[in-house]
């Protein structure tokens, strides 16, 4: 009995060790077959029905249906719709069903309705549509529109009569914005990640992403810069933004002797850029074009050169290669004139042909604007002490107790009031009841997050929700965190 019972409790620890290390195995590839079957779900090779969406430069749109009652296909079935994208093109997807979006690397998404995206791969990109017994007909449009823009600006979306580019009478700005060529940077999925996280948050707040502009740059790396973009050439109407063009061309004038320096009295570009106060800006638009508003209409000829004046600062940016830009116009109201909205001239100037509609307003695209405040940030704009003066004038105090009960502050419900309150912050923003912008230098604390963010958003619905400006920033600074 004893030599019976010693095998049963060798037979018994070799049953121990067998459930020890054959259950977990035989566990593990009961799971491994599961995850196979689930992803041989999502395979061409498993598919009911396959179809291809041929997109090209002249053809960028495609839209299929299927449908139950055409005999084209069942309850559950796998229809794979595929299609070639490119790293940075624009995607705008529309669904009637839920489906899924399998990336070139193998990254899983899950659409219904409309979604924009940008491109982060280059590759093959498939549709998958799993038919449900209650869901059909399915239908999914798609169109894909290129992005090059960065190393190929749009053409002007306005040109301005070339009588008025360089009339006889011109007396005001001579000189040009001092760097001449474009910013050629360099791609980034991950940075282009972001500017989708972007897209896809401004959408789930149920505002439009079509009046939606984004730039960001990545400082991290000044020999290696990045950028990303969405719809980052749109010429957009920038309010108070413009004031950061007029400050540069009021330095420029000063670099180039046109205007004395100290002629415009540090309090008044002070409260232009700080306070963002319009009648300040009104001043020194007048010195650095060498006009004033008129209430009454000037006649042909005394408007023809008032004009020419007037839009030469938007020359002396166009010259050095900056684009879809007009920034000819005061902002209102301006107390001092008497005027809550443009009178005279300044109405005219809006309205060159009169039989266009709407009339002609100051317009900016983000990439201008991030152009611009990448030269400054690097102490490239009209001269290395200037540019660091510009950005002392910008620069901002995201301490609450700074700004929390200032009236019309630069940082409650723009880029900088979700922030830590250490963060380097320098910046230009600009509203009015149909818009929200912002454009800003961002650096943390310790160095390790560097960047430039410029927000359009050129809709009323951005007026109203003053917690999309935050909430976009604050998902920017803690996406570079852990970029």
């Not at 049963?8 to 491994?32: G, K, T």
Request: proline share 5%; net charge positive.
């Amino acid at each position: 009995m004893t030599e019976i019972n010693r095998k049963r409790r060798i037979l018994v620890q070799y049953s121990r060790l067998a459930l020890f290390y054959l259950l977990p195995a035989l566990l593990f590839l009961i799971v491994a077959g599961v995850i196979q079957a689930i992803y041989g779900l999502y395979t061409s090779n498993q598919c009911h029905t396959s179809s291809a969406f041929k997109l090209t430069k002249t053809s960028p749109h495609a839209q299929v249906r299927f449908g139950k009652e055409s005999g084209q296909l069942r309850n559950n079935q796998l229809i794979c719709l595929r299609f070639q994208g490119k790293f940075g093109e624009k995607l705008d997807l529309n669904t009637n069903n839920k489906i899924t979006i399998e990336t070139p690397n193998k990254k899983i998404y899950k659409v219904q309705g409309s979604s924009k995206y940008i491109l982060s791969e280059t590759g093959t990109y498939l549709i998958y549509i799993y038919t449900k017994k209650q869901a059909a007909p399915y239908e999914v449009s798609i169109r894909i529109e290129e992005q090059n823009i960065v190393n190929k600006p749009a053409e002007n979306s306005f040109q301005f009569p070339p009588n008025l580019i360089s009339g006889k009478n011109d007396i005001a700005i001579k000189s040009s914005y001092n760097v001449k060529n474009n910013l050629h940077f360099k791609s980034n999925s991950q940075l282009n990640r972001i500017i989708n996280d972007i897209v896809n948050l401004v959408a789930r707040k149920g505002l439009p992403t079509d009046h939606l502009s984004v730039s960001l740059i990545d400082l991290r790396k000044p020999r290696d810069t990045t950028y990303a973009y969405y719809l980052d050439q749109e010429p957009r109407y920038p309010a108070s933004i413009v004031k950061l063009f007029w400050m540069v061309a009021l330095y420029g004038q000063y670099q180039s002797g046109e205007i004395p320096v100290g002629k415009i009295s540090q309090e008044k570009l002070d409260k232009m850029i700080k306070d963002s106060d319009n009648e300040a800006a009104s001043f020194i638009l007048d010195e650095i074009t060498k006009t004033k508003s008129h209430k009454r209409e000037l006649p042909p000829d005394k408007l023809h050169d008032w004009m020419s004046q007037r839009y030469s600062v938007n020359r002396f940016f166009t010259s050095a290669n900056y684009q879809n830009l007009n920034i000819s116009q005061k902002t209102f109201p301006i107390p001092y004139l008497q005027l809550n909205d443009p009178e005279g001239s300044d109405l005219q100037i809006r309205q060159i042909n009169k039989k266009k509609s709407p009339p002609i307003r100051n317009y900016l695209t983000t990439y201008s604007v991030a152009r611009l405040l990448y030269e400054i940030h690097t102490d490239q704009s009209i001269s290395k002490a200037y540019s660091q003066e510009m950005k002392s004038l910008l620069k901002r105090d995201l301490h609450p107790e700074a700004w929390k009960n200032k009236p019309f502050n630069a940082i409650e419900g723009f880029l900088g009031e979700s922030l830590p309150h250490d963060t380097y912050f320098a910046s230009k923003m600009g509203w009015t009841f149909n818009n929200r912008n912002d454009a800003a230098i961002i650096i943390s604390s310790d160095k390790k997050l560097q960047y430039i963010l410029v927000v359009f958003g050129d809709d009323k619905s951005f007026y109203e929700d003053k917690t999309i400006f935050p909430a976009i920033s604050r998902l920017v600074y803690d996406k570079m965190r852990n970029k």
